[in-house]
Every structure is written in C-alpha cells, then in structure tokens.
C-alpha cells in the first residue's frame, strides 16, 4: 500500500506561485510514474503533469505547459508541481497520485494510488 500526501496548496493572486509536493509513504515509490491531477467544481478531473521514475521524461497538459514544472526527489520519495503564472482558471483540487499500470499516463483509470488532495485558490 502507498499513502500518498499533498502539501502547499493556498491562496495566491493571478500571476503568483504555489510549490505543491507530495510525500509517498507506505513504500517507495522511486520506480513508479506519478502524476498531479486536478478537478475544478463542476469539472471532470483532468491530467496536469506526470514524470516517468528517474525524472528524465516529464509530460504536461497543454493549458500549463510552459508554466508548470514537475520534478521528484527518489531519495525523500517526494513528487512537486511548481506552478508560477498562476491563473484563476488553475482553481481547482490539485491531486498527487502514483501509477499503478497502462499505456495512458494522462488516464486517471492507469493510477493506483491517489492523495487527499490540496486546494488551490487563484483570485483575479
């Protein structure tokens, strides 16, 4: 079993920044893709970001593409999303969660493990 924990979510005005993490527990996660999910009220939840296991591959939905910045740290099994440029359209339950299998890494059905997720806020 892995219990995942999102941290960082907040308040922020359009245009600042949030540095989510995400601390894995239970076991390691070092070999597993991980993703950052959110879901908007009224929303569908949809792909954000995801990193293969070592970090050298990353993948980003389109509306935060050159904003956001996934990473991990194996060593402190910790997953981030740095978000700068923040928009009010970001407003949204940002969620961490860990592969469990499946070729389609933007499909929340190919995760296995998810967080309680973390609130983000972004006022105009």
């Known amino acids: 079993q892995v219990q995942l924990v999102e941290s960082g979510g907040g308040l922020v005005q359009a245009g600042g920044s949030l540095r989510l993490s995400c601390v894995a527990s239970?076991?390691?996660?070092?070999?597993?893709?991980m993703g950052w999910f959110r879901q908007a009220p009224g929303k569908e939840r949809e792909f954000v970001a995801g990193?293969?296991?070592?970090?050298?591959?990353?993948y980003y939905a389109d509306s935060v593409k050159g904003r956001f910045t996934i990473s991990r740290d194996n060593a402190k099994n910790t997953v981030y999303l740095q978000m700068n440029s923040l928009k009010p359209e970001d407003t949204a339950v940002y969620y961490c969660?860990?592969?469990?299998?499946?070729?389609?890494?933007?499909?929340?059905?190919?995760?296995?493990?998810w967080g309680q997720g973390t609130q983000v806020t972004v006022s105009s």
């Open positions: 969660a860990a592969r469990g299998g499946g070729a389609a890494y933007a499909s929340g059905r190919n995760y296995a493990y």
């Open positions: 239970g076991r390691t996660v070092s070999s597993q893709f």
């Open positions: 990193i293969n296991w070592s970090g050298s591959n990353t």
